[in-house]
């Protein structure tokens, strides 16, 4: 019999790969946080003890989930600017908020909640857009979590850098500071085509290929960005992108409501990603992305929940049942985009994008072991007749009880293990009244 670190007994196990596939009464073996086998539970017992066993009988375990499209730090800004259309959300709520508050303590305070609210809702790795990125990796590497740093690149000094030079300078060490990180990577992170200019987008195109590493960016996220980058440049932004070298493997595309037929055939001739954020693009009236056309032509296409401060959570069980019902009403067929597919966009997909689908996005041995785990026992989620359309149809966030990133327990029976609670919650009210009365001065003084 082989002794392991971790033996977790469940009623079922959907693994991803095999697609839309359900395990019954299986178990998973973990031993020095990676998956080493995936077995009926009697043969388990047979073969395998351990250090640590977990006898979860009415749970349904899954891949951890990949938030491929997130601004963590925003969530301190989670109902600020509500029911504006995206310019004016941006220009007269977001960044003059940014612009007085954001500093290292904010991004650090931000992350944690917005980290707390992932690991609660069973995502195990973000891809970040933000500023101080060091900051957000040093959260995340406190906590155990996988995380993508966005090396945030935009034409306009902030608190982060005063222009395109020291964004990149402080991306590339950065970089290097977590080049060798088991759970941590970094992306090149050109906010947009619209705030970025040509020599900044060549520079950044450069550099991720200089550092092997992808290229995360806002692209076709309305009709009037597109409209107006034809009005100032004479063409569409991705047109503009493939010109300048950055239609590739490395793209991970974010939004893209606004696509014409042949865009499509662009995205897949150069094995580009895209990240699809349903929730975020509905509050904002942006657009829908053509999610079916994209699959159906061969595009990488993942889920992001955006910021909290335009979605209002980042809650990826609800982005795969909105994504999915979308898909469905657009297309006008009942059959576009089932639950296999959904949750395959939530996990493996994520993980493709952001390539380390090789090391996670699917329970399979050798893989890390990125687990969640969901109750299933209580009556919203009874009775059960098939539990993977149940997982994207029926199943909240609430349901989630354990959750486990490279093995290590981050979520156990709904208690965060690596993060205090509540000084997270202290310390976001403080934010609270420090916003509102920032903008209720400048109200008062006219």
């Known amino acids: 019999m082989q002794h392991l670190d971790i033996l977790i007994y469940a009623g079922w196990i959907i693994p991803v790969e095999p697609e839309n596939v359900v395990y019954e009464q299986h178990a998973l073996a973990i031993q020095d946080g990676k998956i080493v086998a995936v077995l009926p539970s009697s043969e388990a017992v047979r073969y395998f003890s351990a250090r640590i066993t977990h006898r979860l009988t009415t749970h349904m375990l899954i891949p951890g989930l990949i938030n491929a499209h997130t601004h963590a730090a925003m969530t301190l800004l989670r109902g600020f600017a509500d029911d504006m259309p995206l310019q004016e959300w941006l220009n007269e709520r977001i960044w003059p908020a940014e612009q007085a508050h954001v500093n290292r303590e904010f991004v650090a305070d931000g992350t944690r909640l917005a980290i707390a609210e992932m690991l609660r809702g069973g995502v195990t790795g973000f891809n970040d857009m933000y500023f101080f990125p060091d900051v957000v990796g040093e959260i995340a590497d406190q906590v155990g979590i996988r995380a993508t740093l966005g090396l945030i690149l935009i034409d306009f000094p902030t608190a982060w850098a005063k222009d395109a030079d020291e964004y990149l300078k402080k991306g ?62 004479g063409e569409r932004p991705m047109t503009r992108l493939e010109k300048l070298g950055l239609l590739s493997s490395r793209l991970i595309g974010v939004h893209l409501t606004q696509l014409k037929n042949e865009e499509i055939n662009l995205l897949a001739n150069h094995g580009a990603s895209v990240i699809h954020c349903p929730e975020s693009n509905l509050k904002l ?147 609270r009244d420090k916003i509102l009365s920032t903008f209720k001065s400048k109200k008062d003084n006219g």
């Open 285 to 431: 009236a942006s657009g829908w992305c053509p999610v079916p056309k994209l699959l159906r032509a061969g595009v990488n296409v993942a889920l992001g929940t955006d910021s909290a401060a335009s979605n209002d959570d980042l809650d990826m069980l609800g982005e795969m049942r909105t994504a999915a019902l979308l898909a469905k009403i657009f297309s006008k067929d009942a059959t576009t985009l089932p639950a296999a597919t959904a949750l395959r966009m939530a996990t493996l997909n994520g993980a493709k994008a952001l390539g380390i689908d090789h090391m996670t996005g699917s329970l399979v041995p050798g893989k890390s072991a990125d687990i969640v785990a969901i109750d299933m026992v209580d009556i919203e989620t009874q009775p059960i007749y098939n539990p993977l359309s149940q997982l994207i149809y029926t199943v909240g966030r609430d349901k989630v009880s354990d959750v486990w990133v490279a093995g290590k327990h981050l979520l156990k029976s709904r208690t965060l293990t690596s993060l205090d609670i509540h000084d997270i919650k202290a310390k976001t009210y403080l934010w």
């Open 172 to 233: 590339q060490a950065l970089h290097e500071t977590f080049r060798e990180h088991p759970l941590i990577q970094t992306a090149l992170a050109p906010h947009s085509p619209y705030s970025v200019s040509d020599a900044s987008l060549k520079s950044a195109q450069a550099m991720a290929e200089e550092l092997d590493i992808p290229i995360h960016i806002h692209i076709h996220e309305t009709a009037g960005e597109v409209e107006d980058a034809v009005e100032k440049q």
